[in-house]
């Protein structure tokens, strides 16, 4: 794929990531009862970073699990959700569980997993980080915390790249 720019190297990246858990913290005054989601694929990988980071600069674990959203689309026409592909690492009964992902743009990602947060229990609220938005929601949804907002047109694409999927 050739690339028009690159919008963050792997410093950028991880200083960004290390202020979005800085701003988790902040806002849910500490780690009690939080749970990170990753987004099937790399919003897993991100979200182990952030829970990485709460262990350092907290000393607390946060339970890590991931959604794949694939069955929870609204433009999936079977709409029959593989939970099978969705890992709970426990009840999210009462937890606030903040959903990672990527890139934001049209928000029917979002969507999709907050459905499949809420097809496995009823949290206390659902938060969304991620580390590019990039604007054209058709849906209401505003991530809590956002390493870059990029513009972009319709037409362009961002791609995300982590070392342990892309090298």
Same mark, same amino acid.
């Given at each position: 794929?050739?690339?028009?720019?690159?919008?963050?190297?792997?410093?950028?990246?991880?200083?960004?990531?290390?202020?979005?858990?800085?701003?988790?913290?902040?806002?849910? !005054?500490? +780690?009690?009862?939080?749970?990170?989601?990753?987004?099937?694929?790399?919003?897993?990988?991100?979200?182990?970073?952030?829970?990485?980071?709460?262990?350092?600069?907290?000393?607390?674990?946060?339970?890590?699990?991931?959604?794949?959203?694939?069955?929870?689309?609204? =433009?999936?026409?079977? !709409?029959?959700? $593989?939970?099978? @592909? +969705?890992?709970?690492?426990?009840?999210?009964? $009462?937890?606030? /569980?903040?959903? /990672? @992902?990527?890139?934001?743009?049209?928000? !029917?990602?979002?969507?999709?997993?907050?459905?499949?947060?809420?097809?496995?229990?009823?949290?206390?609220?659902?938060?969304?980080? /991620?580390?590019? @938005?990039?604007?054209? !929601?058709?849906?209401?949804?505003?991530? @809590?915390?956002?390493?870059?907002?990029?513009?972009?047109?319709?037409?362009?694409?961002?791609?995300?790249?982590?070392? =342990?999927? $892309?090298?």
């Amino acid at each position: 794929m050739d690339y028009k720019a690159l919008l963050m190297d792997e410093a950028q990246m991880m200083r960004s990531l290390a202020r979005i858990t800085h701003e988790i913290i902040e806002k849910n !005054r500490g +780690c009690e009862n939080l749970m990170l989601m990753g987004v099937k694929r790399r919003g897993i990988h991100l979200a182990h970073i952030l829970c990485e980071n709460i262990k350092k600069f907290e000393g607390t674990e946060v339970p890590v699990g991931y959604v794949d959203i694939a069955g929870y689309r609204d =433009d999936n026409d079977s !709409r029959a959700p $593989d939970k099978a @592909d +969705c890992l709970f690492p426990e009840s999210v009964t $009462d937890k606030t /569980v903040i959903i /990672v @992902d990527d890139v934001i743009s049209t928000g !029917r990602t979002t969507r999709a997993a907050i459905e499949a947060v809420f097809a496995n229990g009823r949290p206390r609220a659902i938060q969304l980080a /991620v580390l590019i @938005d990039r604007g054209h !929601r058709e849906l209401p949804i505003k991530a @809590d915390y956002v390493g870059k907002n990029v513009p972009t047109s319709k037409d362009e694409f961002i791609a995300v790249s982590v070392l =342990d999927l $892309d090298g």
